[in-house]
Structure formats: structure tokens, C-alpha cells
């Protein structure tokens, strides 16, 4: 039963994409898990390379104040929208986007 509520809980963070909660969890895992998390753990593995990239390039972009890759990497965000970094970004963000979005309309309106 208890192995039936942890298998949950991973499932859940599986379904909401939230790499940092599911990471700690097969951390914490039993030693000889069930099918359920192993699958829970080869999603995470799955998932590690690209969150660890897509986390590098909104940092980058935070510090470089590079607000088009960083509405980019904001708009293309395929975890979870509770994740520290994600948050971090779309804060840094959101002064910057009404310039950004007004420039790309005028560089819109110059090409056609």
C-alpha cells in the first residue's frame, strides 16, 4: 500500500512535468522499485538532459538580460510552470516583454 502511494505521487509529478520533485523522489525510491517507478525513473532520465540545458539557457539569458532567447526558452517550457527556474525567468521577463513585443511589431510592420 505504501509502495501504491509513492508510484502516485511519481506518477503525478511525471503528469506535471516537475523534473526537481520527481528527481527527489527517485532519490528517495526504495532500492528494488515496481514497474511503476522504474518507469517514473526512466522518464527522469529522459527528461534530465534537456532540463538541465533549457536551465543553463534561461540563467544565461537572465544574466545577459538576452530577452529574446529568454522569451523563447519561456515560450517553449515544456515543465512544469511551478519550476524555481522557469519562475525566476518569466519574473526577470516580464518588465522587459512590452519593449521586446513593440520592437518586434515594428520590425513586423518594416519587413511588410
Known amino acids: 500500500k505504501r509502495l501504491d502511494e509513492y508510484a502516485a505521487i511519481c506518477q503525478e ?3 506535471q512535468g516537475d523534473v526537481v520533485q520527481l528527481q527527489s523522489l527517485m532519490e528517495a525510491a526504495p532500492k ?3 514497474r511503476r517507478l522504474k518507469a517514473a525513473g526512466q522518464q527522469l532520465s529522459s527528461w534530465l538532459p534537456d532540463y538541465k540545458t533549457r536551465c543553463e539557457r534561461l540563467s544565461c539569458a537572465v544574466e545577459e538580460k538576452g530577452v529574446m532567447q529568454l522569451h523563447k526558452d519561456v515560450q517553449s517550457w515544456p515543465f512544469s510552470k511551478k519550476d524555481a527556474a522557469f519562475a525566476e ?4 521577463l516580464q518588465p522587459m516583454l512590452p519593449a521586446y ?3 518586434c511589431s515594428a520590425v513586423d510592420s518594416a519587413i511588410a
Open 13 to 15: 509529478a511525471v503528469q
Open 32 to 34: 528494488d522499485p515496481d
Open 89 to 92: 525567468a518569466r519574473k526577470q
Open 101 to 103: 513585443l513593440l520592437w
